[in-house]
């Protein structure tokens, strides 16, 4: 009975290794963790880009428009808000005022011979600036006295006269169909600058394209060669109508207005397009609605002037 008691008061149990404890858990491990975290971060930027470039189909900087095209930016203009239709005022300064200047300096590289005088200015779609870009580049080179005329051709959509605010009794249509009215009736002298002239549209005809065929409107731009320095020329959309096309024999250069977040791709796609089949005569490129801060250095040169 003794020796049942003792076994029964036996332990069963014996501890071979003392517990001991980490520092650090086991799991889950810190750095696996970490690095699905950065994968997935980089996974889901690269997934955001893909379908951000797919969506928007827009022109997003001067950088990327160059990768689209081999044609000549001649300048970029930025984007302006609150100021109206005018910007190229006597003694403006400002980083869109000097970009207009860089833009007038450099069309001299466009214009190589000295005949050369008649400048298209059109774009893709509306709303890409090409009317205020022509306004105040037409401006800009009658500030250095040199005798200029702005001619709307847009007769679709004519915005000159608000642009302007004149209302002239005739325009280039009313020119075109009726032989009776001279070259003088249509040009309202020095507007805005005693060295600019402006020919307004003109009443809309029912029929645009046939109406820039007639052959008074040669005769009108032969004319108009011997009486100014430069003819600005504003124009429908190409990406819109053929209207432009019918200008390119009575044009020494063309400038296309693109503008940025506005100009989707696959139009300077088709402007390449349009070059290389010789539709279109000298072109250059203008991005119009630049942001302001791409261009701080101009703003830095400005403000230190």
Request: proline share 5%; hydrophobic share 40%.
């Amino acid at each position: 009975e003794t020796e049942l008691n003792l076994a029964s008061s036996t332990n069963i149990a014996k501890i071979i290794d003392p517990a001991y404890t980490e520092l650090a858990p086991v799991s889950p491990k810190k750095t696996i963790i970490l690095f699905f975290a950065f994968a997935a971060g980089c996974l889901l930027a690269l997934v955001y880009l893909y379908i951000y470039d797919i969506v928007n189909n827009k022109i997003t900087s001067k950088k990327e428009l160059t990768s689209l095209t081999e044609i000549p930016i001649l300048g970029q203009i930025p984007f302006h808000k609150n100021q109206g239709h005018i910007v190229m005022k006597e003694g403006a300064q400002g980083v869109i005022t000097e970009m207009f200047r860089m833009v007038r300096t450099n069309i001299k590289f466009i214009l190589k011979k000295k005949e050369d005088k008649v400048i298209i200015i059109t774009s893709s779609v509306a709303s890409e600036g090409k009317s205020f870009f022509s306004t105040n580049l037409a401006l800009s080179l009658a500030m250095i006295n040199k005798k200029v005329l702005l001619i709307g051709l847009d007769i679709r959509k004519p915005v000159l006269p608000q642009y302007l605010d004149i209302h002239p009794r005739y325009g280039i249509t009313s020119y075109l169909v009726d032989d009776a009215i001279q070259i003088d009736e249509i040009i309202s002298k020095q507007v805005i600058n005693n060295n600019l002239d402006v020919i307004v549209s003109g009443p809309i005809p029912p029929n645009p394209s046939e109406i820039l065929t007639n052959v008074r409107l040669n005769e009108l731009f032969e004319q108009l060669r011997t009486q100014y320095d430069y003819i600005l020329v504003d124009t429908a959309p190409i990406g819109l109508v053929s209207d432009t096309f019918t200008l390119e024999h009575i044009s020494d250069a063309t400038l296309y207005v693109c503008r940025q977040g506005i100009t989707p791709r696959e139009y300077i796609e088709a402007l390449n397009t349009l070059v290389k089949e010789n539709k279109l005569n000298n072109v250059s490129i203008i991005l119009n609605g630049v942001d302001e801060g791409q261009l701080s250095h101009y703003g830095h040169y400005v403000k230190q002037a």
